[in-house]
């Protein structure tokens, strides 16, 4: 345990308070009186000292109680990630209350669907967002101030910390209750594991509803580090840009999604550079980092039922095959079980199974659910099922091996295609709907009602007032009915290839009508590997993410010479805004040169 939290935990002991569990609230309570003037949260220009910190949440906490918020309620936070969204964070938990993240780019009616669902009493969120809330949950601006503002810190171990929801199984999504004793857990392992102390700056990258956040920011907060927060901007260019950052912020514990960690593990990192641990996870690791890094990398697992992470293992540049999840944390349990329930043998495939402290609750509202997922085993105690394959090695590490059931990871998200489904047949014209992977693309197989003449571009449309980006599928396929199995089910072998039942995007395809949008067309197929698209396609809505981005930008400077950005990329979207961005590039360029240049230029 590093001096700092030995020097918290004696300072709880000596407040009387005898647990062996320590809640990150209490944690951060007492850093704040043992270390005011040192920064907890630096954004940008904006730096804020522990003891803002506790003055600010002290205030907010006092006008959530002038709401009747207390023990056992649950608040939904809808803030973008910033000094005043950590600082509702820790608001909340002052007055015994339970935090429920929602994501600002979710459509409003997630937004909503998961306020009924979860029961929120109240929403924290900015005037700019607060028109999104719906009237029947009260709203609370996060800079309220109270004239009795709130000092205590109402939290014991057993008490729920948060709720964050995941895709459902059932067509719903299923919120996951984690309490205060799961957090201090992974909290405790995450700073004996990594080494943190109150000289640590660490980075808040993940988005408050990816339960990853949760592990970027209590940790640091609870040993009395510097949490640094970029701004969207830096998150939305391409990882060289996310590179800059950490280096000029001088960050030096870090997490990426497996995404966006394999360009930045594959990158040149200057001598010097005060990251030294990169930590990953959210989807399958397929690269090892290059040699020579100055910085150690870290592959990590754990389903949000099991707060956040259940293994963990550093990863080399040496080695063969895909990189292994690593090994069980410290208080976690992985049992890689058969079919009939018993122990794999080392490299016999079987589902894994988690127990230990950081096991979850359960799924709020769902008691049927909850007793399916959340077993009581004879031998080993309460255990998580997870539905994740995997085999254990001859070192002790886990090689993961895929899904039990149907459940899909896209880009970090992980995804029950039922949801998608469930939301396809709600839009009109559809009569049936099977969701897959194919060729590493989301995939529609769509059953028309009858006489219903669909568009692609319609239903991703439609889709994206409901839907998350991740779960728009890329691709849509035609079908007269589902193929199904002997016994009734879905056949999702027999589902046939897109390319040959294709749903077309619009009535008619927009063609290029300048020799940038044509060239740009040219290479944006390419990347997507589609060629049924027009220049007024979104290209994030045919699936592009920020790795193919960055891979068009790189190709559109090769071709024109000019320093586009992904940035640019996600503002036009389109071939067209794309294409109109790049003439206004080259316009700039030229104006720039002078007569000589130009006509040597032109030579060439």
Same mark, same amino acid.
């Given at each position: 345990?590093?001096?700092?939290?030995?020097?918290?935990?004696?300072?709880?002991?000596?407040?009387?308070?005898?647990?062996?569990?320590?809640?990150?609230?209490?944690?951060?309570?007492?850093?704040?009186?043992?270390?005011?003037?040192?920064?907890?949260?630096?954004?940008?220009?904006?730096?804020?000292?522990?003891?803002?910190?506790?003055?600010?949440?002290?205030?907010?906490?006092?006008?959530?109680?002038?709401?009747?918020?207390?023990?056992?309620?649950?608040?939904?936070?809808?803030?973008?990630?910033?000094?005043?969204?950590?600082?509702?964070?820790?608001?909340?938990?002052?007055?015994?209350?339970?935090?429920? /993240?929602?994501?600002? $780019?979710?459509?409003?009616?997630?937004?909503?669907?998961?306020?009924?669902?979860?029961?929120?009493?109240?929403?924290?969120?900015?005037?700019?967002?607060?028109?999104?809330?719906?009237?029947?949950?009260?709203?609370?601006?996060?800079?309220?101030?109270?004239?009795?503002?709130?000092?205590?810190?109402?939290?014991?171990?057993?008490?729920?910390?948060?709720?964050?929801?995941?895709?459902?199984?059932?067509?719903?999504?299923?919120?996951?209750?984690?309490?205060?004793?799961?957090?201090?857990?992974?909290?405790?392992?995450?700073? $004996?594991? #990594?080494?943190?102390?109150?000289?640590?700056?660490?980075?808040?990258?993940?988005?408050?509803?990816?339960?990853?956040?949760?592990?970027?920011?209590?940790?640091?907060?609870?040993?009395?580090?510097?949490?640094?927060?970029?701004?969207?901007?830096?998150?939305?260019?391409?990882?060289?840009?996310?590179?800059?950052?950490?280096?000029?912020?001088?960050?030096?514990?870090?997490?990426?999604?497996?995404?966006?960690? @394999?360009?930045?593990?594959?990158?040149?990192?200057?001598?010097?550079?005060?990251?030294?641990?990169?930590?990953?996870?959210?989807?399958?690791?397929?690269?090892?980092?290059?040699?020579?890094?100055?910085?150690?990398?870290?592959?990590?697992?754990?389903?949000?039922?099991?707060?956040?992470?259940?293994?963990?293992?550093?990863?080399?540049?040496?080695?063969?095959?895909?990189?292994?999840?690593?090994?069980?944390?410290?208080?976690?349990?992985?049992?890689? #079980?058969?079919?009939?329930?018993?122990?794999?043998?080392?490299?016999?495939?079987?589902?894994?199974?988690?127990?230990?402290?950081?096991?979850?609750?359960?799924?709020?509202?769902?008691?049927?659910?909850?007793?399916?997922?959340?077993?009581?085993?004879?031998?080993?105690?309460?255990?998580?099922?997870?539905?994740?394959?995997?085999?254990?090695?001859?070192?002790?590490?886990?090689?993961?091996?895929?899904?039990?059931?149907?459940?899909?990871?896209?880009?970090?998200?992980?995804?029950?295609?039922?949801?998608?489904?469930?939301?396809?047949?709600?839009?009109?014209?559809?009569?049936?709907?099977?969701?897959?992977?194919?060729?590493?693309?989301?995939?529609?197989?769509?059953?028309?009602?009858?006489?219903?003449?669909?568009?692609?571009?319609?239903?991703?449309?439609?889709?994206?007032?409901?839907? /998350?980006?991740?779960?728009? /599928?890329?691709?849509?396929?035609?079908?007269?009915?589902?193929?199904?199995?002997?016994?009734?089910?879905?056949?999702?072998?027999?589902?046939?290839?897109?390319?040959?039942?294709?749903?077309?995007?619009?009535?008619?395809?927009?063609?290029?009508?300048?020799?940038?949008? @044509?060239?740009?067309?040219?290479?944006?197929?390419?990347?997507?590997?589609?060629?049924?698209?027009?220049?007024?396609?979104?290209?994030?809505?045919?699936?592009?993410?920020?790795?193919?981005?960055?891979?068009?930008?790189?190709?559109?400077?090769?071709?024109?010479?000019?320093?586009?950005?992904?940035?640019?990329? #996600?503002?036009?979207?389109?071939?067209?805004?794309?294409?109109?961005?790049?003439?206004?590039?080259?316009?700039?360029?030229?104006?720039?040169?002078?007569?000589?240049?130009?006509?040597?230029?032109?030579?060439?």
């Amino acid at each position: 345990m590093g001096l700092r939290t030995k020097e918290v935990c004696l300072s709880i002991h000596q407040k009387g308070l005898d647990t062996d569990s320590f809640p990150p609230a209490v944690m951060l309570a007492t850093i704040a009186s043992l270390r005011p003037r040192t920064v907890a949260l630096s954004c940008g220009d904006e730096q804020c000292s522990y003891a803002q910190l506790e003055a600010h949440s002290a205030d907010l906490a006092g006008a959530l109680k002038a709401q009747g918020i207390g023990r056992g309620d649950l608040v939904a936070v809808f803030a973008p990630r910033s000094v005043a969204q950590i600082t509702a964070l820790y608001a909340v938990w002052r007055v015994g209350a339970a935090y429920l /993240p929602l994501d600002p $780019e979710w459509p409003d009616a997630r937004v909503q669907r998961l306020l009924a669902a979860s029961g929120a009493k109240l929403a924290i969120a900015p005037r700019a967002l607060a028109g999104r809330i719906p009237a029947a949950v009260p709203v609370l601006d996060p800079a309220a101030t109270s004239e009795k503002p709130w000092h205590g810190c109402s939290v014991a171990p057993e008490d729920l910390a948060y709720v964050i929801y995941t895709s459902g199984s059932t067509g719903e999504p299923k919120g996951v209750e984690v309490s205060h004793a799961n957090l201090a857990a992974l909290v405790e392992w995450h700073i $004996e594991r #990594f080494e943190l102390t109150a000289e640590s700056r660490t980075s808040h990258t993940a988005g408050l509803a990816f339960d990853a956040s949760a592990w970027e920011v209590w940790p640091t907060l609870a040993c009395g580090g510097t949490l640094v927060v970029p701004d969207d901007e830096t998150l939305r260019y391409e990882p060289a840009r996310l590179q800059r950052w950490l280096i000029d912020e001088k960050v030096e514990v870090s997490f990426a999604p497996t995404a966006i960690a @394999e360009p930045l593990i594959a990158m040149d990192w200057p001598e010097g550079t005060a990251l030294r641990v990169l930590l990953t996870g959210a989807d399958r690791l397929k690269l090892r980092p290059r040699a020579g890094l100055p910085f150690a990398f870290f592959n990590n697992y754990g389903p949000t039922e099991c707060t956040v992470v259940a293994t963990s293992g550093i990863v080399t540049a040496e080695g063969d095959g895909l990189p292994s999840i690593g090994m069980p944390i410290a208080g976690t349990q992985i049992h890689i #079980f058969d079919t009939a329930g018993g122990p794999c043998a080392p490299g016999e495939e079987g589902e894994i199974w988690i127990g230990g402290a950081q096991v979850a609750r359960g799924y709020r509202g769902d008691a049927a659910l909850t007793a399916a997922r959340f077993v009581e085993h004879g031998q080993f105690g309460r255990l998580y099922r997870t539905g994740d394959l995997a085999a254990w090695q001859d070192n002790g590490d886990i090689a993961y091996r895929g899904r039990v059931d149907t459940q899909i990871k896209v880009r970090g998200h992980r995804i029950e295609p039922a949801e998608i489904e469930a939301a396809i047949i709600a839009a009109p014209g559809v009569a049936a709907a099977a969701v897959a992977m194919h060729g590493g693309e989301l995939t529609a197989w769509i059953v028309p009602q009858d006489g219903a003449e669909l568009r692609a571009g319609d239903l991703r449309a439609a889709l994206a007032a409901d839907l /998350p980006g991740p779960m728009l /599928p890329s691709r849509f396929a035609l079908l007269a009915a589902l193929p199904l199995t002997a016994n009734g089910k879905l056949d999702s072998k027999a589902l046939p290839d897109p390319a040959t039942c294709a749903i077309p995007e619009v009535a008619s395809l927009a063609a290029p009508s300048t020799p940038t949008e @044509e060239r740009l067309l040219a290479i944006i197929a390419e990347v997507i590997g589609r060629s049924d698209i027009g220049v007024d396609d979104d290209f994030f809505l045919l699936g592009g993410h920020s790795l193919l981005g960055t891979q068009v930008i790189m190709r559109a400077r090769d071709a024109f010479g000019v320093s586009l950005t992904l940035f640019h990329l #996600f503002e036009g979207r389109t071939v067209a805004a794309t294409a109109a961005t790049i003439e206004g590039l080259i316009m700039d360029k030229l104006a720039a040169m002078s007569d000589e240049d130009i006509q040597r230029m032109m030579e060439r």
